[in-house]
């Protein structure tokens, strides 16, 4: 069965990674998705365990549209009645491109419209349409070039949704996010890992969870394949209980601090129901006075300047790139940002530097190899 998986701006490699690690076959890079071909149990697996994806989408229709009517027309032409069982409700998410509709929420209508008279004619019935957490998630996505996909969701809520963080301090990164950085920089458990400036904690708990092998999905509580007619619950509880047999127990230690006494309270309040967890040490600490390890993982997202008002941005980064040099020498040093232009000020070379996507801000995540030279030469050599 062919699966698309969404994703985020520039994770798309790493869900490839991931998708290739379950085993999923004819895998295919997209722009913010990736497709491939698995079976049931897979499908299940992809929404419990993937730390990259958004959306698991099994699609069932494809068609070129030629005029509006052809939506209806096409729409109308899957049987309803095997993808809506019967008082399950239902909600369309459509993303329209092409120059057919002006308005997407108006191709959404008809779409409903031709799921809705289907219904009526083959069951008597009208279905409910349940905007938010509905039972059934269909997907319509039409393509600059007017070509339309069908199809089921699978997932329901976005995945990034992982059902752990009761609080957030200010600014949280988004839970896929988190995790797509944390494996772009290539960790896996094998070194210690630290955020000091962690916020409520979101790249620490993801840390955890990968260096734990902890399923992605683990504290969510229902996926919308739940809800399908075709669900088999022995084969999820098999896929849930593979996946729990795996966690296994990190070997090295995940290290989290901030300045703000609240963020470490949200950080311990989100952790709370994780296993493991005691692998994770959290501080009340100023970065300006926390020293570095050689061969440890910094990972950090200061603040901004959006989310959370700084009064001299510049001079803070140009902070931030001092302390790096003078106390974090031999360390491999990550930082995800979405003001750009206070990079510059960083007084670091980055060794490379990734496009991302954080919450609708275009952002970069910027590599630096720290070394001894580093504090003398202000600028670093290239890899
Ligand atoms: C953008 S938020 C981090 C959000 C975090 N990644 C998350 O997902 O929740 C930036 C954090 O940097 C912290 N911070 C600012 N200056 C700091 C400093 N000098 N030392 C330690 N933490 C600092 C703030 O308290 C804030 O929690």
């Not at 030629?66 to 019967?86: A, C, G, M, R």
């Not at 952790?271 to 009340?284: A, D, G, I, R």
């Not at 070379?349 to 504090?375: A, D, M």
């Amino acid at each position: 069965m062919e699966i698309v998986v969404k994703t985020l701006e520039g994770l798309e490699g790493v869900l490839a990674n991931e998708l290739k690690s379950l085993q999923l076959s004819n895998i295919e890079i997209l722009n913010r998705a990736v497709r491939c071909e698995g079976t049931w149990s897979q499908l299940y697996k992809c929404n419990y365990c993937l730390r990259t994806a958004m959306r698991v989408l099994v699609p069932i229709k494809k068609a070129t549209l030629e005029s509006q009517d052809d939506l209806y027309d096409v729409v109308k032409s899957i049987d309803w009645t095997e993808y809506i069982p019967d008082k399950k409700t239902f909600a369309i998410n459509g993303t329209i491109a092409g120059e057919l509709f002006t308005y997407s929420r108006f191709a959404v209508f008809r779409a409903k419209d031709a799921i809705a008279d289907q219904l009526v004619e083959k069951k008597g019935y009208r279905p409910n349409v349940k905007p938010k957490n509905p039972d059934i998630l269909i997907d319509l996505y039409i393509n600059a070039d007017n070509e339309l996909t069908i199809s089921m969701d699978s997932s329901g809520k976005s995945l990034h949704l992982r059902n752990y963080k009761y609080r957030q301090y200010k600014a949280p990164l988004n839970e896929v996010l988190a995790a797509g950085i944390i494996l772009l920089a290539g960790y896996d458990g094998s070194q210690v890992f630290q955020d000091a400036m962690c916020g409520s904690g979101t790249l620490i708990t993801e840390a955890l969870m990968i260096a734990a092998n902890i399923p992605a999905g683990m504290f969510i509580e229902k996926f919308a394949f739940q809800n399908w007619a075709n669900f088999s619950p022995e084969v999820w509880e098999s896929v849930k209980e593979i996946a729990k047999n795996g966690i296994r127990h990190p070997e090295n230690e995940i290290i989290g601090s901030d300045l703000n006494r609240f963020a470490i309270r949200d950080v311990k309040k989100n952790l709370q129901k994780f296993p493991l967890k005691e692998k994770v040490q959290l501080f009340e600490r100023d970065f300006f006075k926390t020293n570095g390890h050689p061969n440890r993982l910094l990972i950090m997202n200061p603040p901004y300047d959006r989310r959370i008002a700084m009064d001299n941005i510049h001079e803070f980064y140009s902070e931030i790139g001092n302390a790096l040099k003078k106390f974090w020498q031999d360390s491999t040093v990550w930082v995800i940002t979405s003001n750009l232009n206070a990079m510059k000020s960083f007084g670091l070379r980055p060794t490379k530097k990734i496009t991302l996507n954080n919450g609708g801000l275009e952002s970069k995540l910027y590599k630096f190899e720290v070394y001894e030279g580093s504090r003398k030469a202000k600028f670093q050599r290239k890899d």
